[in-house]
């Protein structure tokens, strides 16, 4: 099988990148004899192979260009044509154009790609202010009619897109990969000499919050819940700035009993974070209208750590799966309580999180690798070979 996929790649940074790689890699060791192509966004760079990936990387378009599309049909066409041609889509990367509808149609017409699958990291409601913005809503009606497959990570997802009128055989729900966390059973003290972190600085309880920093995180509504907490505790805040206006809310925090580790982490940092922490705090804030899942949350869930974070469709996992960690969004006085409670009666709150670790083990990027091919083959079988 000759898989290609359409994506951001390191070493840009970019969340979806990070997810299409740790899914090739996961494909890579399920089904070793494949052949894996990634036609990637011009910022990689030149051409190179990825040995974990054992996927050849090409640069193929530009970011929110629509008129660069057409080189991933150029890239398709050296590298002699793939069984399934597979696009992480996120909007932010291609916008709603139709340009990237046409190029994906061409593909299949023309015999370059057997099976085409999009797979939606965002899916836009109408009520959503982006819509506009983006041309999401007609962009996600027209998908059918040249795709064979869409792939979702929530039901959420799944059902706004089935109330849009998609027909339900062509919408597949395949969760974010997760994985079981290999640092859990170190040391502290070995863990944050790994991030360049003082063992001397962790006082008390340790909770973290990793990833791109940006405004929807909620750091504001953590910064906020701090002051109602009696408890001394270390919160370590790792990742990527955003906007500048988290920098003001992390001073606020108080440089005594905050850790920042202000750079991109890779994904074994951010696992070696949620290890080295007593409990993961997601203050997400709500964004109305979009639908997503958190792959920080599922770098967190198979740490065996309790996870505190705000009820909205980005965490509906965690909702669904440990509703007592839940809180509701941009309410600073129920994060401190939930936090506080989680710490004073941790044996508890670690028994509620119980089926979130059940179900990073039933989300292992091996078993999600699996579900994705599986899903290839059946496209396959319904089609002819390629350029029939």
Not at 136 to 141: D, K, V
Not at 308 to 331: C, S
Not at 352 to 357: E, F, V
């Amino acid at each position: 099988m000759r898989v290609a996929m359409v994506s951001t790649y390191p070493p840009i940074h970019c969340g979806v990148g990070e997810y299409t790689r740790f899914l090739l890699t996961a494909m890579a060791g399920v089904h070793p004899a494949g052949e894996y192509f990634v036609l990637a966004e011009e910022g990689v760079g030149g051409e190179y192979f990825d040995y974990d990936a054992r996927a050849r990387v090409v640069p193929a378009f530009r970011r929110m260009e629509p008129r660069s599309y057409d080189g991933i049909l150029e890239a398709l066409e050296s590298v002699g044509g793939v069984d399934v041609l597979h696009v992480q889509h996120e909007y932010g990367i291609y916008s709603g154009n139709p340009r990237l509808l046409k190029v994906l149609g061409e593909a299949r017409e023309s015999g370059l790609a057997r099976a085409v699958v999009v797979t939606l990291h965002s899916v836009h409601h109408p009520h959503s202010p982006d819509e506009g913005k983006w041309g999401a809503l007609a962009f996600q009606r027209s998908l059918p009619d040249y795709v064979d497959s869409l792939v979702v990570h929530s039901a959420v997802q799944e059902f706004e897109l089935q109330s849009e009128g998609l027909p339900f055989p062509v919408i597949h729900r395949i969760p974010h990969g997760t994985f079981v966390n290999p640092h859990v059973s170190e040391p502290r003290i070995r863990l944050a000499e790994r991030l360049g972190v003082d063992p001397g600085r962790l006082e008390g309880p340790v909770i973290a919050l990793a990833g791109f920093l940006h405004k929807r995180k909620g750091l504001d509504t953590l910064v906020e819940a701090l002051d109602y907490m009696r408890r001394r505790l270390t919160l370590i805040i790792g990742g990527e700035i955003k906007e500048d206006d988290v920098r003001d809310y992390i001073r606020e925090a108080g440089a005594g009993r905050v850790v920042l580790l202000d750079r991109y982490l890779s994904g074994d940092e951010i696992l070696s974070i949620a290890a080295l922490a007593d409990a993961i705090v997601m203050p997400y804030k709500d964004i109305r209208g979009l639908y997503a899942v958190s792959g920080i949350l599922h770098l967190s869930m198979g740490s065996l750590k309790p996870i505190v974070g705000t009820r909205m469709p980005k965490l509906v996992e965690l909702y669904t799966l440990a509703p007592q960690l839940t809180v509701p969004p941009d309410d600073p006085r129920a994060l401190a309580e939930r936090l506080e409670w989680t710490l004073e009666n941790y044996d508890v709150a670690v028994a509620y999180a119980s089926q979130l670790y059940s179900y990073a083990v039933r989300t292992s990027w091996l078993r999600i690798a699996r579900r994705h091919l599986s899903l290839y083959r059946e496209l396959l079988r319904r089609g002819g070979p390629r350029g029939s």
